[in-house]
């Protein structure tokens, strides 16, 4: 029996209209989907050359080794690589862009762009070791470009990457170096990767898994960077208070919503749309225009805009089934391509906008840092053009949407702790740590996905250890899940929060000017962000003298399904984190991988994966990691 699609009380409104109307969306194809291959469930289908596709009989009866030989480890391995491989792509193309542009700024050729937060562009460069004393911001935003840049394009293999080797701990930095899995060079680890997978290459899975964790970690560098240069560029996120779900979605507005992950393009549409508010009157919408945000786009417009979250990645079709949608405006990753067969339904315009991530049945306007203004401009102009259309074609819009505080950067977080001792801001986080008032802290990541319920397990492990005093922080479509749902609020902290984490919360919360607690979850960004908790994680590591494998911090990415969920989850456990996982991972046909990744990586890295899908065991699994943290630390 299919198990409960979603806790979201819009998703599950809009699911009925779904229905009514005919309209299929990722539930239905995932429910059309089964039974999912038995072979690709467990990792052991291999289609890497034209000899095969093969496929290793997980019982024993048929085939063991593919056509070339190679057995179930190998496959499994290279299978599960080349996706850290894809997330570490992905990722480190949306950094280059914002280092591109960068030094695009400070070459005066990107008039759309300016650097809004240039004492964090000056620290920047005093991190990367440039000595930005006494020089003019342009030349300093050029050094700190040409310094990330060189992250995809050194050649000394001995050479660790910028943003990885001064962004951990030097105990850290030396363990990774030792172990050979320190990326050089961005670009080279992903060409790695692909290359030793490649038919008759690398087939020791030990070797390809290590291979796997230089990818993640170069994944951590270019997510590293993508996160603090946009901070330099678009400003770096303070609390906001905000509001989430579908029921930001305006009527008498016109609707549009960002949705993909690089900000290059939402910040200037955020931008552009305020002078349009006119003539979006002018076509008949009273409320001028509405944007609101989908998925890690969305996250980073709420940061820095106070735009709406509409909705996470699972239900980002349901926001098209409103029909009150005027424009969907995409750039990279997690767009499902059913978008523009939705829009067919209804006036919306898609407009794809990235020359790489084009969608059959969409708008493509090309957007380019040179004319960002004017590109920006198109979009919206063809936002109001659809809402003319929408006419008093009816509309769904649930009624419900959280408030949503959010936008605690480490910056934000520290300078609120700093309310509470200005010359040692993380002494008030220790301290609770150490008398025990906060048990631990658990980092929420990643995405949707049909396999588990909405929401659903990304609530129940968060209240549980709320419930046990664990501080919780959450980035990409974990904040949407925590957002949408109210745990962003004040009121959740009263209401799920133990006792020692309450009174840490409310005394920061006051210090910092609330009128109350901070609230129970704290919004650190997108997916991409993720890398703005390890900054804090290492302050804390670095204050007390210790290793992060020795801190009682855990990760857990309860609904993950994407490549670079793969890649984050792995680069977590590369940074000494007990890292959980809600979804049964694809490399159960292996059991060398399913031990290295399990046990083998608790001895070499301190860090290990947790595969639990029941959301009430895996609080209690990872309740046990944080009480055995503590306990190595004697405290
Ligand atoms: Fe089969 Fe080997 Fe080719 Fe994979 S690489 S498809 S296992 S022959
Ligand atoms: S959007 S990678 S579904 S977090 Fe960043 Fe959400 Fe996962 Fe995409």
């Known amino acids: ?76 391995a290279r299978n599960l690589i080349r996706m850290m491989a894809a997330g570490a792509a992905a990722h480190s193309e949306h950094g280059r862009h914002i280092a591109l542009c960068l030094l695009e700024v400070a070459d005066d050729h990107a008039p759309a762009y300016s650097i809004k937060d240039k004492d964090k562009l000056r620290r920047i460069a005093e991190r990367l070791h440039l000595a930005p004393e006494g020089k003019d911001i342009k030349q300093i935003a050029r050094e700190v470009a040409t310094a990330t840049l060189d992250d995809f394009s050194r050649q000394q293999a001995s050479i660790p990457c910028n943003w990885a080797k001064e962004t951990m701990t030097e105990e850290r930095v030396d363990r990774l170096v030792q172990l050979g ?35 993640a970690l170069a994944d951590y560098t270019g997510m590293y960077m993508a996160t603090e240069l946009s901070d330099a560029l678009f400003g770096t996120p303070q609390p906001v208070i905000s509001s989430a779900n579908l029921g930001v979605l305006k009527e008498d507005a016109v ?22 508010n006119e003539e979006a009157k002018k076509a008949g919408a009273k409320e001028g225009i509405n944007i609101v945000g989908i998925c890690c786009t969305g996250n980073e417009v709420m940061m820095r805009h106070n735009i709406p979250l509409a909705t996470n990645y699972l239900s980002q079709e349901l926001a098209l089934v409103t029909g009150a949608v005027d424009a969907l405006v995409v750039d990279v990753q997690c767009i499902m391509p059913s978008v523009a067969k939705i829009s067919e339904c209804y006036h919306t315009e898609v407009i794809t906008t990235m020359a790489e991530n084009k969608i059959p049945g969409a708008t493509h306007i090309q957007f380019q840092e040179k004319t960002a203004l004017e590109d920006a401009r198109k979009t919206v102009e063809l936002a109001i053009e659809a809402f003319k259309k929408r006419g008093s074609s009816p509309v769904h819009i649930p009624n419900h949407k959280q408030t949503a505080i959010a936008g605690f950067s480490a910056e934000a977080l520290i300078g609120a702790l700093s309310k509470l001792n200005a010359e040692d801001p993380l002494k008030p986080i220790i301290d609770n740590i150490v ?76 210090a910092a000017g609330l009128e109350g607690p901070l609230p129970l979850v704290l919004h650190m960004g997108s997916c991409v962000d993720t890398t703005r ?42 940074l000494g984190l007990p890292t959980h ?21 608790k001895e070499a890295l301190g860090g290990y994966f947790i595969v639990e899908t029941d959301p009430v065991k895996a609080a209690d699994k990872l309740f046990d990691v944080i009480k055995e943290r503590r306990q190595g630390l004697g405290i």
């Open 1 to 76: 029996m299919s198990h409960q699609k979603t806790i979201d009380a819009s998703a599950n409104e809009l699911l009925e209209v779904a229905k009514k109307e005919g309209i299929e969306t990722v539930w239905d194809r995932y429910e059309a989907m089964k039974p999912h291959c038995g072979f690709g469930e467990l990792g052991v289908c291999c289609r890497l050359c034209w000899k095969g596709p093969c496929r290793i009989d997980p019982f024993g009866n048929g085939p063991q080794r593919g056509v070339c030989g190679a057995d179930a480890h190998t496959i499994v």
């Open 181 to 215: 899995v320190m990326p050089h060079n961005i670009d080279a680890v992903v060409t790695q990767i692909m290359g030793r997978t490649h038919v008759g290459c690398d087939a020791d899975p030990v070797n390809l898994l290590l291979g796997g964790i230089k990818g």
């Open 255 to 276: 609707n549009i919503a960002l949705h993909g992950h690089n900000p290059l393009l939402s910040e200037v549409v955020c931008d552009v749309a305020i002078g349009m």
């Open 435 to 510: 008398d025990g008032s906060i048990q631990g802290i658990a980092l929420f990541v990643g995405c949707g996905n049909p396999r588990a319920t909405q929401d659903n397990n990304f609530m129940t492990i968060a209240k549980e250890l709320a419930r046990n005093n664990v501080m919780i922080l959450a980035t990409g479509c974990a904040s949407g899940a925590f957002a949408k749902n109210g745990l962003m609020t004040q009121e959740a902290t009263e209401a799920y929060a133990g006792d020692g984490l309450k009174g840490v919360l409310t005394a920061v919360g006051q």
């Open 533 to 574: 908790a390890a900054n804090v994680a290492v302050a804390i590591a670095d204050k007390l003298g210790v290793d992060l494998d020795k801190l009682p911090l855990v990760a857990s990415a309860p609904e993950a399904m994407s490549e670079k969920a793969v890649a984050i989850g792995t680069w977590s456990v590369a």
């Open 581 to 601: 996982i809600g979804i049964t991972p694809q490399i159960t046909g292996s059991s060398e991988v399913v031990k290295f990744l399990t046990e083998t990586a």
